[in-house]
């Protein structure tokens, strides 16, 4: 059994002694800030702002697509000088976007509007093919053509106009074009048992050719219609056939030259001898 000698032990006293040692040490205390919330971040603002930009930009896209207005088609085709009313148009709701204006809307139609060109029908009436009746210098003439009118001529076709002038009974010469540019405003073809060979038909010229028409109508020339695409065709292979001509001359003055050459040749070894 052991004995304890000396004086008690105080436990809280050298607890005292070690906390006496630090008198400068603040007190602990929690840190009562908080976190800023994941929605305040800039970047996730910006994200949102850019999702939201570009929802909206589809959406204009798809919404200005759908958007239609009013303009208005022929419902037959219209010629050259030939009157646009409400009886000739139908209102039609089409997507035309940026070249709206440029074709005819029911508010544009008024009393005097003629065409400047040919319009099919079904097709849309552009702002540049109507004009004041004023503005507009065609007329119509009727002419027989002595040949047979193609199958691809019909109203509103563009055609050109030749002549073959008659210069004795029965005779007639070479053909040529009086009307460069006119289009078909009616077509009559004979089909009864007497048929006899051409076709009437009533074409839009410039009032400035008309003169020229009308003095080979009365003077007996023979008129033929022909498409503006197959007679610019046919003009087209002119310059070639020409060219060829030009290329056979050209082969022709060379041979010429080889004969001189030939000749000149076969008189050296004379003058040598």
């Known amino acids: 059994m ?6 008690p032990v105080d436990n809280f006293r050298g607890t005292s002694a070690i906390s ?5 040490m603040p007190p602990f205390t929690r840190d009562t800030r908080r976190a800023r919330p994941a929605w305040l971040d800039a970047r996730f603002l910006i994200g949102i ?24 088609a022929v419902e037959h085709p219209v010629v050259p000088g030939q009157s646009i009313t409400a009886a000739d148009v139908v209102e039609i709701d089409v997507q035309l976007g940026a070249a709206a204006d440029g074709y005819l809307t029911p508010a544009d139609l008024e009393d005097g509007l003629v065409a400047t060109a040919a319009i099919a029908a079904g097709d849309l009436v552009p702002v540049a093919a109507v004009a004041e009746a004023d503005a507009v210098d ?21 055609v050109e106009l030749w002549a073959s002038p008659a210069e004795e009974p029965g005779q007639h010469g070479e053909p040529r ?13 004979d089909d009864g048992v007497m048929r006899q060979e051409g076709a009437v ?19 007996g020339s023979a008129l033929s ?7 610019r065709e046919a003009n087209a292979a002119d310059p070639s056939d020409d060219e060829n001509a030009e290329t056979d001359n050209e082969h022709a003055g ?6 001189d050459g030939d000749e000149a040749a076969g008189d050296a070894p004379e003058s040598d001898q």
Not at 225 to 231: E, G, I, M
Not at 254 to 259: K, M, V
């Open 2 to 7: 052991y004995k304890v000698t000396g004086s």
């Open 20 to 24: 006496a040692t630090m008198p400068n």
């Open 49 to 72: 702002v850019l999702v939201a930009a570009s929802v909206a930009g589809v959406w204009g896209v798809i919404h200005a697509a759908r958007q239609t207005a009013p303009a208005l």
């Open 138 to 158: 065609v007329t119509t003439v009727v002419v027989r053509s002595t040949l047979d009118v193609p199958a691809n001529v019909d109203v509103g076709t563009t």
């Open 177 to 189: 074009v009086i009307v460069t540019s006119a289009t078909v405003a009616n077509l009559v073809t």
């Open 201 to 219: 038909v009533e074409l839009v010229v410039s009032r400035d050719v008309v003169g020229e028409v009308l003095r080979h109508v009365s003077g």
């Open 225 to 231: 219609v022909v498409p503006a695409s197959l007679a």
């Open 254 to 259: 060379d041979g010429t030259d080889a004969g």
